[in-house]
């Protein structure tokens, strides 16, 4: 982002100066490079020990990783891999790392093989605000968003949403029941959100699939070298052709209000514009697409809950929480701020600590049964959203993209299995990549 420790409402900075968003050069003192083998980054042979959650066998057996640990009496994981890290898994270690803000710091939020300096992504405001951002600033930044997520403002997308999805399922062309096979990631779950949160903030419909690059690039390509991921800096200097043209057009959309906003009366800057666009593109695009691809592979595999779907339609209200709680698809992460002891653990300042939400879902301590999905369970507060001061304040948006993409799928398709492998996503993010399904039934 910048490599100032400046006040962020200084003036505008130009780009010339830093870029927006990517890798910093080799050898830089704005991001401190760790020993690196790529051998370091090969098969897990010890969860406990040796975690690594962009192994690709990971994510595919993420619930089962998490109980052998809880059973095994670990409730925090660690790894040598990433320059050190840990991984709590229990609800209440997740919990208090989430809220403790002195000893574990946001400013970099992605698990990666490098570590950003002091200048590089300066606390409190970090690179992508509000989600980077340490108190006090994180909720002066929050506050900046907030609004254009209200459900006022949200509610009103409804519409759109599902006519984009039933738009998705028409093109998928002719369907004969029992033998066609479609794949309800590639074709329909990833289309939602990149088609929403594009047209939100105003960028052309036609570089969708430039959107689902950076998010590959930011999210999992993790444990490559350094330096090595080029996406990255191609993502700052897109941000930084729209932040552009909307300062020359601007109009009715989310880029244009965040050039707006004011900070005690002075403009943003274009880094900190640019930082929340990319939080707002990478964080509203995969987290969702993930989530309703995780529960249409669950229905796939339980015909008894589709069932339940289409005869009674009000049980949404119940299941839209279930598949949040069981297919949580985000693990956040934090930097720990200083050395702490934490429960026994000598965490060291500048460890990488993950917080997966989706592991403290599943804890039998906080949830009945909670490796069963149940369909009407009423008592869920799940942690899909976070936990802390960074929960999730895009929460109404993808509550309403998840409800409306499971209604019209079942709608359209009330029976359909899984028809092959499904590969999984990797990294902080779970979710299938692809989902192949055969159709057994089509709605009248």
């Known amino acids: 982002m910048t490599d100032t420790t400046a006040d962020p409402t200084s003036g505008r900075r130009t780009r010339d100066e830093q870029p927006i968003f990517g890798d910093t050069p080799e050898g830089s003192h704005i991001w401190q490079r760790v020993p690196y083998d790529p051998d370091d980054y090969g098969p897990v042979e010890d969860y406990r020990t040796d975690f690594d959650h962009a192994w690709p066998e990971y994510n595919a057996?993420?619930?089962?990783?998490?109980?052998?640990?809880?059973?095994?009496?670990?409730?925090?994981?660690?790894?040598?891999?990433?320059?050190g890290m840990w991984a709590p898994i229990t609800h209440e270690t997740v919990h208090e790392i989430s809220y403790d803000t002195d000893h574990f710091t946001s400013r970099a939020v992605i698990v990666s093989v490098g570590r950003p300096g002091d200048l590089a992504l300066p606390a409190p405001i970090g690179g992508a605000p509000p989600i980077t951002s340490d108190p006090p600033f994180h909720a002066v930044a929050r506050r900046l968003l907030l609004p254009a997520f209200a459900p006022k403002q949200i509610e009103p997308w409804e519409d759109e949403v599902r006519r984009l999805c039933?738009?998705?399922?028409?093109?998928?062309g002719d369907?004969?029941?029992?033998?066609?096979?479609?794949?309800?990631?590639?074709?329909y779950a990833q289309h939602i959100p990149v088609n929403v949160i594009g047209r939100m903030l105003g960028f052309p419909p036609e570089d969708e699939a430039l959107f689902r690059k950076f998010v590959h690039d930011a999210l999992?390509?993790?444990?490559?070298?350094?330096g090595t991921r080029e996406g990255l800096s191609?993502?700052?200097?897109?941000?930084g052709r729209q932040i552009d043209d909307h300062r020359e057009n601007p109009r009715d959309d989310l880029t244009t209000y965040l050039l707006n906003v004011e900070i005690d009366g002075t403009p943003a800057t274009d880094d900190m514009v640019g930082g929340m666009i990319v939080l707002?593109?990478?964080?509203?695009?995969?987290?969702?697409?993930?989530?309703?691809?995780s529960s249409l592979w669950h229905l796939a595999q339980n015909q008894?809950?589709?069932q339940r779907l289409v005869d009674d339609p009000d049980v949404m209200t119940f299941a839209l929480e279930e598949f949040l709680r069981a297919y949580a698809p985000v693990t956040m992460a934090r930097l720990v701020a200083e050395d702490i002891d934490f429960h026994g653990c000598p965490m060291k300042k500048d460890d990488w600590v993950l917080l997966p939400f989706p592991a403290a879902n599943r804890d039998p301590l906080q949830f009945e049964d909670p490796d069963t999905f149940i369909i009407d369970r009423a008592k869920n507060r799940h942690a899909a959203f976070g936990l802390g001061i960074h929960r999730c304040l895009g929460s109404n948006l993808a509550r309403l993209e998840l409800k409306v993409a499971i209604e019209e799928f079942v709608r359209r398709f009330p029976a359909f299995e899984l028809a092959g492998d499904v590969r999984w996503s990797v990294g902080q993010v779970r979710g299938p990549r692809e989902l192949p399904v055969r159709i057994l039934q089509v709605a009248d």
């Open 61 to 83: 057996t993420a619930p089962e990783v998490w109980k052998e640990l809880r059973e095994g009496g670990c409730p925090v994981a660690h790894s040598d891999r990433y320059g």
């Open 166 to 172: 039933v738009k998705l399922l028409d093109e998928m």
């Open 175 to 187: 369907i004969t029941p029992g033998e066609t096979v479609i794949d309800a990631a590639v074709q």
């Open 220 to 226: 999992e390509r993790i444990n490559e070298e350094p």
């Open 234 to 239: 191609d993502l700052g200097e897109y941000i």
């Open 280 to 293: 707002l593109l990478i964080a509203g695009v995969d987290t969702t697409w993930s989530a309703i691809g």
């Open 304 to 306: 008894e809950d589709t």
